[in-house]
């Protein structure tokens, strides 16, 4: 990809069909360049309106009855229009939950379905709720249990041949993240599942940082499990639940280890003893969030509207574009990039690291309202989210970025690190 | 209690101290008779104005600024002001996912506590939910753990001498709802908590249809765990995450059994192993549900500043007549009182009986415009919120439901039962 950078932005936003889709969402401040969306996507406009139905009709004037009339099947009428995301059927994805809790009752479950076969495999890019969930879940399975934590090579990425050293036929579960959170590296899932699915191994698929970036093929790749959240790239809110998904075929047979009523056939009967529904609601616990449940669906509307094929595209061009830009300005100053060259094996945020990452990430947030995150040890990483970024952002970032270490703004800033950002 | 039913709501009303109360809710269909409010509390005013907060400053405006300045430590924050309504330290309680979900990690740290001790007791009026929650976390800390469900003699009270027949050395926990779900028998917390001890058990209380309708004493009662609802009588919203509550000394011993990233000391250092909090927030587990976590402030302010003392008086006195009531007009129609006659054991909900309950309510909610629950087998629910429930209110419930009966409009609905109410 060749790029003047200086004038690069205005023709790629000019013949961007998805930039209509910016003014879906509330951006009230044009001068911030909100480049965070894979950590907290922005605020569509219909769940604005949505917040207001939810609160002043659906609780305050319905009251009581708007759990027969609305919210009861919520959890996976919702599921249902996320699965559309994950390429899995509609009976097969649940909303409920945080991520932890959900990937806690899938594991228990999936150990439950293996019970002798003792390993668990994942990575050292996993996402590090996923391993304490992991030795949690490990802990209560019994003593033979053991996780095996795979070390990526170059902190970065994880080659095929690395996993499939670790996978045998003890394995019982593999569990890792599709596109892990600090360099937006890609798991092949077609390839690992086959490799696990070849040493009969289950696979569970922590879809957290791909959901609603790029397509999914849990059913075709043969998945048995997911995961993820709904607060960034589909932009669901802070902390919205989280879905599940459980292969069609696997649900009779999984047990869910935190039974609750609203996993329970018919709980309204209020029966002592635990039934499990037929289905996907089984995997329900306790009654859900509704607000924050409900609030979800706008933003998974806005990319079933856009066709994650051309999200994907939008945000390959747009990684890329990044990446180019880096070469050019950031390279020079010290940047390093850390995340995969290759757009097949890359999500939808870059991350470029450089020794003072912490305090960079700072002055750019307070001193010139660019907003990335910052994830130790040194990765600012830049997201973009192709329903609503536009090219001049990007640009705009890294102009920024190379002022902040040109100019030495960072230095004022302290070393120490605290908080979110 | 002696009553002209006829005439005696309106001089109530008048010299009702709360009454000012109503005005600090939603409640724009005054012909609506809503006496549900232990399943769904109301919508808070000042709740409708922090949703629009919430989702258009903190989310819209906010982004992920809003992590650091307001939401990071909102479990703890709102967590300290429902421990004062618990009767406990601000240390001592945290606000996330769902009563199930916290049962379940409180069931599992305690049988962690108490390694050597096979049974956990608890009795058939417990909600169904709790029951399906103790059934999965003794599935999961091995063969030799036991549940034992004590029958109540009436199902409707439990006698403290029936229930300490169950409790022996052997017995690892105790976990009991505090007030019942159908009857609405209050469980002597006091008298239990010691009963337990004396044989060396923790104990575990459900307080969901307590918390806000009566004063409760964890820290006086030296009750060890506790986990509730904020759904009901805070008025927290639908599906509200919940709350639970750990002694404070007991808190460095117990280890949550689902560890994910927000109990984690430092979590955005993202280290690979868990380590917990020092305090309550190592309870945490995943990202909670921000919007539904933070509209549940409103309704617990309006408790604070009523006074659980004024409250539980008003709530007594509105059963009280609600019971003299029934005794003048409803028990001649077949009405029997589920519900206990000493206002000292009974929260704040009465449950009348009728062979022909389902369809009654169905009746009532349909035809009349009054709005109860029903909880099988024939418990028609008709709770009293004192921050907005009226005298005339249960005044006019009652005379409905006599109208129900006496003009049989109930006859035009089916016997079998679908959904919440």
Redesign the interface.
Known sequence: MSIDPAHAARPLDAEDELAPFRERF?I??PA?I?L?GN??G??PRA??QR??EL??E????G??????DR??RLPERLGAKIARLLGAEADEALLA?????NL?KLV?AALRARPDRPRVVTD?LN???D???L??AL??AGPERRLE?VRSPDGMTLPLETLAAAISPDTALVVLSHTTFRSAFVHDMAAVTDLAHRYGALVLWDVSHSVGALPLSLRETGADLAVG?T?KYLNG??????FLYVRRDLQPALQ???????G?ED????????QPEAGIRRFL?????????A?VEPGVDLLLEAGLDRVRAKSVRQTEYLIALWEELLAPLGFTLNSPRDPARRGSHVSLGHPEGLRINRAL?ERLRV?P?F??PDNIRLGVCPLYTTYAEVLQAVHALRAVVADRLYAEYPRE?????
């Open positions: 509330v009230d401040d911030l909100y965070d950590s907290l922005r605020l769940a604005q917040a207001r609160v002043d659906e609780w305050g004037r009251l009581i009855g708007s759990w027969n919210w009861l939950d945080s991520t932890s809790v806690f228990v050292d996402f590090p709720s391993l304490y969930i030795q949690s802990q209560l934590v959240c607060y809110g802070p902390g919205a639940p989280a869910n280890p935190i039974a609750g009523w609203f329970r709980p309204f009967r209020f029966a002592l003893d635990y616990t306790g009654t859900p969030p509704i607000l924050s449940l609030l947030v907003v995150d994830r130790a690190h605290s908080g979110v950002t």
